[in-house]
Structure formats: C-alpha cells, structure tokens
C-alpha cells in the first residue's frame, strides 16, 4: 500500500486535475473533483428487460487528493444501492457506511460515502458498490418489441446532459474524465454494444459482452446499447451495426464514411480513438445523433436514402475532436462542443460534398439562429441568446438551442474571416492539441484566444469584440454577412409563386435537393392560402413519409398555418418518431397558440409512451400552462 501522502504531494495531485483554466465548480453535480477524483469505472451489469431494470455493480477506481477528506460525494438518479464496499487491494472487502440524500428534481441524490481513518488514507482507492436503475432511469428507454425494426426488445442510454447517474454512481460532471471497462450480461438472442473497445475471453459465454474504453472521456460519453445487432465493415476501421434489415440500406447511405474520417483528420489532427462505428438506432432514438466515443448513435432518419442528410454523421465525427477530445468543463459551455462541432461540420460538408452543399446549410442554420435568438429573449431565461448559459438550478438539456450549434458557428466564422483561413486552421489544429483529454470552460477558451492574439503576427481582434460574441444576448455587430446567393433563385421562385406568377406545376421542384425544400417550405408564411398548400399537398406528396427534414419543415408549416387537413399527418409523424429536433421543434410550433397547445397536448398523450425521458420533459416544458416560446 502507499504512504499517505503530505500536503506537498496533494498539491501535486491537484495539479494533474484535468481541467483546463480555473475549475469552475460544476453547478449540475454533486461531486466535489478537487477532493476525489474517479479514474475508472468497472462495471458488470445484467440487463433484466422484464423488470426494465441494468442491475450488478460498479467498481469506482478513486483517487483522493485530500488527504483529510473523510466523505465522497457521487450523484446518483433513481439508483437503489444496496451496498458499498471498500475492496483493499488483496481483495478483501470492507463494508462502508454510506447515505443517500434527498431527490432534487434536476440533480437527482446525492450519494455520500463515508471512510473510517484508516480508509481515508489509500491515494487510490476501489469502491464496490452494488446497485440496479429503476425502469425510470431518465438515461435509459427499454423500446418494446413493436418499436424496432425487427420487433425485438431493444435498450439504449443516452447520457448527455447529465442522466449517466440514472444508470451509474459516479462523479456526473463533463470536467471529470475516466476510463472505463464493462461486463454486460443480455438475453441470449440481443447483442451489446458500448462507447467503447470490444474485447472477448476464450471462457465468455451466450449473452457476455465485455468491453473497454482506454482513453479518459467525460462520464456522459458511456453509452450501452443492446438489441438484435449486426455489423457491416466499411473499411478496417469504421463500420456500421444496426439491426438486420437495416444493415444493407445503412451500408449505401455512409458509404462515404472512410473519406469523413479521413477529413476530420486533415482538418483537426489524429483520429485519436481507433475505431468509428454508427449504430443505427430504431425511431424512436432521441437525437438525430450522439457521439458517443468510437460508435455514434444515429437516428434511423438520417438514412435518407440519397444521403441528403448525412452533415449529422459529419457533425458527430467532428465530436470526436470538439467535444470527446476536447470538452466543455459544464454544460454552461455547451457552446464549446456544440459550436466548434458545427464549424467543423460545415467545414468537412464543403470539402466532401462541395461549396454550396455547405452555404445551403449554413443559410438554414442561420434561420435557426435568429428564431433561437428571438425565441430566447422572449422566454423567461433571455440570457439563453448569449453563447455563455446560466443553467444553475435548470435542466442542463435546456440549454440546447442553435444559439449553441450556429451562434457558436458563426463566432468560429468571425474568427476566420479575421485570421484569414489557413491561419485560423493552424489556430484550431493547435487548439485541439493543446487541450487534448481535457475539460475546458469558455473563460479557459478566452484566455487561450487572448493569449494567442498578444502574439506577434495575430490578427486585430479586440477583447471586447470576442466578449460580445461569449456575453452578448444578440448576433454581434461583427457577424459576417451570411451568404444568401445558394438560394436566390429558389428564395425568387417562391416569392412568385406566393403571388400568383408561377402555377405550383411550374415550381423548378423536380430540381431541388432537400435544402432546397426545406428552404422553400420554411420561407412561407403563416397566413398562405389553404389552397395553395392544398395543391402542395396533392402535387408534392407531402406528408408524415419521406425524407424528415422536408417532412419536418412541411409539418410546421402545417402548424404554423393551421392547416387543418394535414393534422393527421402531423399526428402519424409525432408518434413515429421520438428524435429531439423532429418532435421539439414541431411542439415548440404548436406551443406558440392557444389552439396549437390543445392539438399538441392531445397529441403528445398518445405520444408520450413511445418517447424518450429526456424528451418527455422537454415536450412538458413547452406544453406546460405557461409554456409558449422557450428556447431549447
Ligand atoms: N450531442 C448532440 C446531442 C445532444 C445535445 C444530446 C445535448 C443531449 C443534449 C449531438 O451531437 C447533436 O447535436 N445532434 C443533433 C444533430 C446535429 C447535426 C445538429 C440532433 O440530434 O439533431
Ligand atoms: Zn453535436
């Protein structure tokens, strides 16, 4: 066993803690980094799908920085533990005394442990403790059998913002990292997939997946899926696992994810995770993608069939430098993945799929933008339009909104167009670099930037035109003009049509790729002619089906002008998929009326079984008495 360590030795310690710039205390955990730090977690789960319950233990690897702490603190969400156990490294075990706090309704209990003197003094220790999640983990949703493709039973975790302690104890906070190892037990038909490496033992049997992830990643990057999965190799190390009748149509649509990789690495430094995998999820997965480390987790309507929509997988590759590489110290910065990954998407869209795929893109995600800005400073949190939140006392998942995704695009864009490309490419190569396997809040990110800027050679760029763009609750007045030309035909076109210039038979549609018709769709206004979207209707097909971005533009359309006819369609498309953007942004549409709240309440009792917990709060927090227009 090692010497206990004198203060000397504990300030070392504190040193290697892996935040970069001040460590901000994390307003949405419990646990306290600077006293204990969790290295490791080794998990052996089973998954009991009849009681909807991952039961088993987790080992906590734990290292004290403190030598006088005597209490550790994890965060923990509907968890009933049944024991802690100190294990010594002879292996014996020694019962520790441990409580659990009350249920706050954003944190979820307090979990605190406590050591005896003799305990308190191993700078490294292993914490056993035993456990099961309740069928009302918010990070899991156990699908029934009619909600997948192949009518298996199906599980998922989703971790971000902060649900991995609804299936884990652990220090729930971005600003930690920790590696991981894992033994999944599943009924013997389904198959297990992790965020992580797969290993197997010569002794393993029917249902025994083991699994490893090497690298230190922030507690919200575990993930587990488990259902009746194949895999197609794409190439040696990137592949696709989806269950089998997908596998062939998921094969085609990313077959182009060799060359992704390969420009991610061109543009942001070594793929440092060796593997990339998808997981096509069922519909009812929550996001249209989530990155976790070496196997992203994407929405089944991402899968096109014309890959018209893969700028997701792109988006959450880039993760694997903005984000898993290199992540925000709280989800104050959201902005700092979500932002840089956004740049980076677009950046990698333009080189693999040309100039105006890119400026198509970024023209709609600037709609976005604005609505986010205008949303937000009419909500109750106007301070949600500044790339820097306040989420203290708040659901770290309301803070998602493209003031995070194209607000911080668009900062990433003034900071280009000032150091000129290839300079600011340089800048983000050594950014990544410098920050490799750390956590990073926006104030560390300001004082890397200002550093770099007192250089000699730097561009002009003035502090307080950098704190507009982090402070600010508006588009600052440096916001580089958004190229509009990609649409300028289809933008006249439309206005034509809207006045009775052009027949809708006329419309150039047999020409527009799916931006074009998101374009379109969004460009009119609430008050058009039922019988113009009457004859869009017939002549177009659209509907609940086909490809989600157009559904989804056409779907709002149909809220945001009452189009009674098409209600049905709305309601099919709400209960046939559960993914974030889809359903928010058509409920945040609804919300906005009195007669849209009804239909979307109505609507959302039938919906509501079918979706994910995370989703489920945020539809109640647009849908509630007081709802209306808040950002998220
Ligand atoms: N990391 C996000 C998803 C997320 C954000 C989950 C916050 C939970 C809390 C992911 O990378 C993402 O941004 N997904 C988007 C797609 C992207 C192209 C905008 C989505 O789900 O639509
Ligand atoms: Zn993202």
Known sequence: MRAFPGRAAAAVLALALPVAGAAAADPHSYADPGRFLVRHVSLALTADFEAQRLEGTAELTVEQLDPYASELDLDTRDLEIR??????????????????????????????????????????????????????????????????????????????????????????????????????????????????????????????????????????????????????????????????????????????????????????????????????????????????????????????????????????????????????????????????????????????????????????????????????????????????????????????????????RWFLGFLESRFGRPAFDAFLRSYFDAHAFQSLTTEGFRAWLLAHLDKPGAPAISVAEVDEWLYGGDMPATAPEVPRGVFEALDRAAADWRAGRLATGDLPAQDWVPQEWVRFLNEQPADLEAPKLAELRSRFGLGAEGNAEIALAWLSLVVRSGYEPAFPDLERFLLATGRYRLVIGLFRELSRTDSGLALGRRIYEKARPGYHATIRQAIERLLQPAGGTGAG
């Open 83 to 408: 024991s802690v156990h100190l294990v010594e490294p002879s292996g014996e075990t020694r019962v520790l005394a441990f409580t659990l706090g009350p249920r706050d309704p954003v944190l979820g209990s307090k979990l605190t442990i406590r050591f005896q003197k003799c305990c308190a003094a191993t700078p490294r220790m292993r914490i056993r403790i035993a456990y099961r999640s309740s069928p009302e983990a918010t990070a899991l949703q156990w699908l029934e059998p009619a909600q997948t493709f192949g009518g298996q039973p199906y599980l998922y975790s989703q971790g971000q913002s902060i649900h991995t302690r609804s299936w884990i104890p652990l220090q729930d906070t971005p600003a930690v990292r920790l590696t991981y190892d894992a033994l999944i037990r599943t009924p013997p038909q389904l198959v297990a997939v992790m965020s992580a490496a797969r290993v197997q033992r010569p002794d393993d049997g029917a249902g025994e997946y083991r699994f490893e992830m090497r690298q230190p990643i922030p507690a919200y990057l575990i993930a587990l899926a488990i259902g009746d999965l194949k895999f197609r190799g794409l190439d040696e190390r990137v592949g696709v696992w989806t269950e089998p009748s997908q596998l062939e149509a998921a094969a085609r649509e990313f077959a182009d994810l060799p060359h992704m990789v390969e420009a991610g690495e061109a543009m942001a430094g070594p793929y440092r995770w060796e593997r990339y995998d998808l997981l096509i999820m069922p519909r009812a997965f929550a996001y249209g993608g989530m990155e976790n480390p070496r196997l992203s987790f994407i929405s089944p309507s991402i899968v096109a069939g014309d890959r018209s929509l893969v700028s997701t997988v792109v988006h959450e590759l880039a993760h694997s430098w903005s984000g898993n590489l290199v992540t925000n110290a709280t989800w104050d910065d959201f902005w700092l993945n979500e932002g840089f990954t956004t740049y980076l998407e677009r950046r990698l869209m333009e080189i693999l799929y040309g100039e105006r795929r890119a400026r198509m893109e970024d023209a709609i995600g600037h709609e976005g933008l604005l609505q986010a800005i205008a949303d937000a400073k009419a909500s109750a949190n106007p301070r949600d339009a500044a790339l820097k939140l306040d989420l203290a006392g708040r659901d770290p998942d309301e803070g998602v909104s493209d003031v995070a995704y194209e607000k911080g």
